[in-house]
């Protein structure tokens, strides 16, 4: 092993030449080195007294105390790697949980997660059963289909009739007499063909039977209307 005497001690690269000891007599074995060289063998040990005067054994010496340096250092190197990634994947997840938390504290994503999920579908409604203005259809209506609904505040969930534009909707829930006892509005999206929007609607104080549900675009759009049975 070459030694860069640019990087070692002067003295230890005197000790590399200074004491040839060709015949290698009284010399330790390379086990009795290796633990030299690892810091296992106190420093009374007579053995220590033979490696300053015997530069063979100290060349073995260097030979295994700087590859054993080496590999500390390779070691050390790994380890911080390893925290480095650790504490990317640590400052990661914390802006992931910050991103989210700041989503859970949007007021209108707390409301949609406080109420029941539920869905309603216009996409059956027949044509006859579109009505134009701003009249209700009468509630009992046979060809339409019914759906059921919790009595209480729900994150509803509307699929409209098929072909039907995104934009602002009204929802409205009718009794028997045609008046609105509940209605929301709010924007529809279309996805993968099918056009839907969400409303909170507050149906607790509905009592258990039939009711008219119609639906239109604003501000003037057709109404489509279905029944629904709140239970």
Known sequence: MNHDSKSMD??????LRAYPNPTRNGCPDA???????????????????????????????????????????????????????ILLIAVTLGINRMISSRHSDDPGSKVANRYEAAVFNFEGTAE?????????????????QKQRLPARVINLTVYLARGSDDGPYELQFLDTKNNVLASATSKALIDKGLTS???????????????????????????????????
């Open 10 to 15: 002067p003295l230890e690269e005197l000790m």
């Open 31 to 85: 086990q009795v080195l290796g633990s030299m060289a690892a810091k296992r063998v106190s420093r009374e040990d007579p053995v220590w007294e033979h490696l300053w005067k015997c530069s063979p054994c100290f060349v073995e010496f260097v030979k295994l105390r700087d590859a054993r340096a080496a590999i500390k250092r390779r070691n050390q190197s790994m380890i911080w790697g390893a925290l480095a990634a």
């Open 128 to 144: 006859g059963e579109v009505v134009r203005g701003a009249e209700p259809p009468p509630v009992q209506s046979p060809a339409l």
């Open 197 to 231: 929007f969400t409303a909170i609607v507050d149906l607790s104080k509905f009592l258990p039977g039939e009711y008219s549900v119609r639906s239109r675009m604003l501000p003037n759009g057709a109404w489509h209307t279905s029944t629904a049975i709140v239970e």
